[in-house]
Nanobody, 114 residues
Framework: QVQLVESGGGLVQPGGSLRLSCTGFGGIFTLYTMGWYRQAPGKQRELVAR??????NYADSVKGRFTISRDNAKRTVYLQMNSLKPEDTAVYYCNAALGNVGSWGQGTQVTVSS
């Protein structure tokens, strides 16, 4: 089972950008559907973006602003976040899914505030 390590969170002003990274250790990385989820205080965890092969899916709230990509040689998935809004503030989690089995990263905090 793959283990995931995230990085790249932080504090950014509204309208700014951040790039999150998630590296997988163990398992056959190319087989996994990779996703980014987020959880804001008092809210349920929600899907932000997912990539499987060459197919990507995004939550409506981030379409046109966020881009998910993966580099299989580096066993890493990225989330480029542009035009950030205060409502994007949350803990962002990386997920690796293969069939009914999934792994989660430890989460990285993203705070959008002036």
């Amino acid at each position: 089972q793959v283990q995931l390590v995230e990085s790249g969170g932080g504090l950014v002003q509204p309208g700014g950008s951040l790039r999150l990274s998630c590296t997988g250790f163990g398992g056959i990385f190319t087989l996994y559907t990779m996703g980014w989820y987020r959880q804001a205080p008092g809210k349920q965890r929600e899907l932000v973006a997912r990539i499987s092969g060459g197919t990507t899916n995004y939550a409506d709230s981030v379409k046109g602003r966020f881009t998910i990509s993966r580099d299989n040689a580096k066993r890493t998935v990225y989330l480029q976040m542009n035009s950030l809004k205060p409502e994007d503030t949350a803990v962002y989690y990386c997920n690796a899914a293969l069939g009914n089995v999934g792994s989660w990263g430890q989460g990285t905090q993203v705070t959008v505030s002036s």
